[in-house]
């Protein structure tokens, strides 16, 4: 069984920075692959960054060069870095888990993850 409990989320403004922080706990973390997507009232989760369980890392282009996806396999952690942050990244954000995930066109697909977390809100005001 693997937990995701997310942390970071809050209220900024447009242009500011917030990091997200995902803790796993699985007795073998380093051997998923992790995601993060956002929700946003009446629309579909979506796809935000990814890192696979070998290190390769993917982004949406909305969020390319503003967002940096990192782990630490030490802590048993996954952060999401989210700089220029602007009204319409405002969602709930989730970090989901898939064991041995690899490639893009599978953790761009949150259909495709094991485990998700409850999520944490993030609000930008403009």
């Known amino acids: 069984q693997v937990q995701l409990v997310e942390s970071g989320g809050g209220l900024v403004q447009a242009g500011g920075s917030l990091r997200l922080s995902c803790a796993v706990s699985a007795r073998t973390s380093s051997s998923y692959a992790m995601g993060w997507f956002h929700q946003a009232p009446g629309k579909e989760r979506e796809f935000v960054a990814a890192i696979s369980w070998r290190g390769s890392i993917y982004y949406a282009d909305s969020v390319k060069d503003r967002f940096t996806i990192s782990r630490d396999n030490a802590k048993n952690t996954v952060y999401l870095q989210m700089n220029s942050l602007k009204p319409e990244d405002t969602a709930v954000y989730y970090c989901?888990?898939?064991?041995?995930?690899?490639?893009?066109?599978?953790?761009?697909?949150?259909?495709?993850?094991?485990?998700w977390g409850q999520g944490t809100q993030v609000t930008v005001s403009s």
């Open positions: 989901a888990a898939k064991y041995e995930g690899t490639h893009r066109d599978v953790l761009s697909n949150a259909r495709r993850y094991d485990y």
